[in-house]
C-alpha cells in the first residue's frame, strides 16, 4: 500500500523499533464529573506491544484484583461522589487498577517497566492524598505489599515479544499460585492449646461476655473525691479490657487465636521482606495480658486500637497465608461484634461510679455542715456559760 503526497510514492512507515520508540508521554486529562479516565488505547505514533513480561503482569493484575485490600483502587477516584474536590488538585495523575487491565488487554505498554509505573502510581497517590491511619491509607500499604511478593516471582531480566502464534495460543490468565510460590512456610506453627492460654475456667459461652458491674464498691473517699473517681473508672476501664481479652482467648475459639498466641515466631515464619519486625510493635495474647497487668493500657479505647493493630500486623506480615487471613478476619469480626455490647456496659458503669460518688460527695458534706453546726454551737454555748459564771 502506496500513499500519494506532492507526485510522488512513498512507501508507508513501518512501526518503529526497539530503539526508535519515542519516549512515553502521558498527556494530563481533565476530570469529567469528578472523574479521570486515563487513555486505554495507544497512540498511532507510539505503538504497543505485547512481551512475556507484561503477560506475567497480567496475573499479577488479577492476584491483585482478587485481594480483599484492592475495592479502594479497582475503578477510578470519583471526586465528586466521594466529596473529596481537591482530590485531582493533588493527584496530578490518577491511576487505577482497572485501567491498567485495560491497558494491558490493548497492547498499550511497550515494555514492562512502563506497566509498574503505572502500579507504582496507584500506591503513590494513596500514600500522598491519603493520610495516614486512614483506611484507603492502610488498604495501600497492604496492597503493595502482596504487589512486591507477586513481583518477586516473575523473571523479569529477559523481556521479549510475544509472536502472534504464541498470542493465540496463550490461555486464560489466571492469578498466581502464591501459597505454592511462596519460598517460606505458609502456615505458622500452631502450639499447644495451653502454650498462652489466658482465661481459666469454665470455657462454655455465658449469657453475656461483658460483666457491667464495677471492679469492686465504689471507694469511701475522704478529702480528695475527684482522683478517687478517676482510679475507679480507670479500674472499670481495665476490668472491661480484661473480659474482651477473656472473651477472643476462650478455649472454643483456639480455631481462630492462633496466630496470636506466640509473635517471636512471627519473624522466623514472616511471608513479607518489607514487613520491619524491629519497628512495628511485638502484639500478641501474652503481650497484651502484661501490659494490663502493668497498667500500660490507658483505657478500654487504647486497649481495643492494640487489638486492631495487632490484627492488622498479621495480615502484613503474612499477606499470603489464607490460614491467617481467615483466623484474623474471623477473630476481627467476633471483636466488633461484641465491641458495642462492652462500651454499652462500660458508659453504664461510669454513670453509675459518678452517681455515688456524687451521692457519697453530698453526704460527706452534709456530715461537714453538721460537724461545723454542732462545734460552733458547742462554742456558744462555753462562751455563754463563761459570761453566766463571770456575772454570777
Known sequence: MYKLGKGKMKPKQAKPSTEEIPPRIEPRVLPV???????VIPPPERPGRLTNVLESLKSVLES???SRWSSYFKEPVDATKLCIPNYHTVIKNPMDLSTIRQRLNNNYYWRANEALEDFE?????SSLFFMPGTRVHAAGKQLYAIFRTCLSMIDMSNETELSTKSLLRRRKVRPLQLERACPVPSKLPRLDDG?????????S????????????????FDSTPNILIDWQIYLVEKNHSLRMLQCLTKRKRDYINWPFRSGDLWRQYSQNIRYNHDVEDKLDWETL???LDNDEIENFEHFIEKLRTMFQNALACFPMDENVIEATTALNAVLESRLGAFRSSLTEAKKRIQYLASKKLRDYNIILSQQDSYLSSEERFSYGAGSYHQYR
Open 33 to 39: 464529573n469528578g472523574v479521570v479516565q486515563p487513555p
Open 121 to 125: 502510581l496507584i500506591f503513590a497517590n
Open 205 to 220: 459461652e455465658s449469657e453475656s461476655d461483658v460483666d457491667d458491674e464495677p471492679d469492686g464498691e465504689p471507694v469511701e
Open 289 to 291: 495480658r502484661f501490659m
Open 195 to 203: 502454650a498462652c492460654q489466658t482465661q481459666e475456667g469454665d470455657d
Open 64 to 66: 491483585l484484583w482478587r
